[in-house]
């Protein structure tokens, strides 16, 4: 597509349910990352995948959070038994390659918007 | 390992007037540093970039950054602000090999 694609936009849910965000990459982009934006707390790294190596998840609050990328495009963040403390702007996005220095832009999504209630 | 300190969480200036943003950076390995931009509502933006070479960058809607490694800064500027530059403003750094590592933000106030 375009640009990087998520969905939904916005989801409220309630406390202990589990959660499923999508992304959709940029066609072509081997690269993708997830980052969570809280308030005035900027945005914190969450997990990325690089091609078909293992994903660097060390950016994973806790083992409530996993991430899977289908086929080298298409990722999903699946948050289990949800707290209020993970309402918050998830953002998905991806690039050519990791590596920054090449000047490889990262464009990013519009974010999901997750209301834990 | 990276970090950015991004000084002052809220400017706010006169239309018209010079804007500066802060940002200060760590890293152990000579850094790649960016500046995006959010509006309201919206994903990030890429204003400019630095990677190699000369160290004034020049980016989109007016924007600047120059790279100073002897202070660890990547300061923004632009000479005369609009209201349209109203929005949220994230310094990031990368080792180029790693993902991004983003400072907290600081939200631009522009005033009439």
């Known amino acids: 597509g375009a640009g990087v694609s998520q969905s939904p936009s916005n989801k409220v849910t309630e406390k202990g349910k589990d959660v499923e965000l999508r992304c959709d990459p940029i066609?072509?982009?081997?690269?993708l990352y997830w980052y969570r934006q809280s308030l005035g707390q900027g945005l914190e790294f969450l997990i990325y995948?690089?091609?078909?190596?293992?994903?660097?998840k060390s950016g994973l609050p806790s083992d409530r959070f996993s991430a899977e990328r289908t086929g080298g495009s298409v990722s999903t963040l699946t948050i289990q038994r949800t707290q209020q403390e993970d309402s918050a702007v998830y953002l998905c996005?991806?690039?050519?390659?990791?590596?920054?220095?090449?000047?490889?832009?990262?464009?990013f999504g519009e974010g999901s918007w997750l209301t834990v209630v | 390992a990276q970090s950015v300190t991004q000084l002052g969480s809220h400017v706010s200036v006169s239309e018209g007037a010079l804007v500066l943003l802060r940002c200060n950076y760590s890293?152990?390995?000579?850094?790649?540093l960016f500046w995006y931009v959010q509006y309201p509502n919206q994903g990030l933006q890429l204003l400019l970039k630095?990677?190699?070479?000369?160290?004034l960058v020049k980016g989109i809607n007016g924007f600047e950054a120059e790279f100073k490694k002897s202070e660890t800064s990547f300061h923004l500027t632009k000479p005369s602000a609009h209201m349209s530059d109203a929005a949220e403003y994230f310094c990031?750094?990368?080792?180029?090999?790693?993902?991004?590592?983003f400072g907290k933000g600081t939200r631009l106030s522009v005033i009439a």
């Open positions: 996005a991806s690039s050519l390659q990791l590596t920054q220095g090449s000047g490889n832009t990262i464009y």
């Open positions: 990031a750094v990368s080792a180029g090999n790693t993902p991004l590592v």
């Open positions: 890293s152990s390995v000579p850094p790649y």
């Open positions: 995948f690089q091609g078909n190596s293992a994903p660097d």
């Open positions: 630095y990677t190699t070479g000369a160290t």
């Open positions: 066609s072509g982009h081997t690269a």
